[in-house]
């Protein structure tokens, strides 16, 4: 019966979670009240209190659990997450490796761009949630910085910026992709991607 109960309750707070999301991608996170999510949710303004303490609060889950767990990061007491693939891959430095993870990347782009796009407009409005996406970036930007140490490449001053470039690249083209007209096939771009990203990491 507690299995039960523990389950039901996983089950609302991931209800909450995506009708927030929902509520904040067609209204707008300024626009969406607490009852307008305890509502598409199904429940009460008393259940979503019981699960998160304002709405700023529920936008900061998106970002810290399910954008994470689409990018597979994990906590991490240094950089607050990490995606160990990313390291690893950014260590390797192969074209082949750098090419394989932006590729699975751009598969969960459907999925990270929606959080990323509430995130930034939760934070234009919300001073809780200034830096949100910002420090997601920060964490990702760190993870890039820790494959270059452990591979040992470029001086220890260029490591961060070479970061920063990558992950300005890839955040760029990831809100931008579906309604771009660039020229572009997907493969193209993937391919002048890693290219890049060759470039800057090895």
Do not use: C
């Not at 904040?24 to 598409?40: M, S």
């Not at 598969?107 to 509430?118: E, G, H, L, N, Q």
């Amino acid at each position: 019966m507690a299995n039960l109960r523990q389950a039901q309750k996983q089950m609302t707070r991931r209800l909450l979670l995506e009708s927030g999301l929902e509520l904040f991608k067609t209204k707008g996170y300024a626009a969406t009240t607490v009852d307008d999510i305890a509502t598409e949710a199904g429940t009460t303004r008393v259940t979503f209190y019981a699960y998160f303490p304002s709405r700023s609060e529920l936008m900061k889950a998106l970002i810290d659990e399910q954008l994470n767990e689409a990018l597979q990061r994990v906590s991490s007491p240094e950089h607050g997450s990490t995606a160990q693939s990313l390291v690893a891959t950014v260590a390797d430095g192969t074209p082949e490796a750098i090419n394989a993870w932006l590729r699975r990347t751009a598969d969960s782009w459907p999925t990270i761009r929606p959080i990323i796009r509430v995130g930034r407009d939760a934070a234009a409005v919300d001073p809780e949630l200034a830096d949100l996406v910002e420090r997601w970036l920060e964490e990702a930007i760190s993870d890039i910085e820790d494959g270059l140490t452990a591979a040992g490449r470029f001086a220890p001053h260029q490591r961060r910026f070479r970061g920063v470039l990558a992950m300005a690249e890839l955040d760029y083209v990831a809100q931008h992709w579906e309604g771009a007209d660039w020229k572009l096939t997907r493969e193209q771009m993937l391919d002048e991607l890693s290219s890049s990203w060759v470039r800057l990491l090895t």
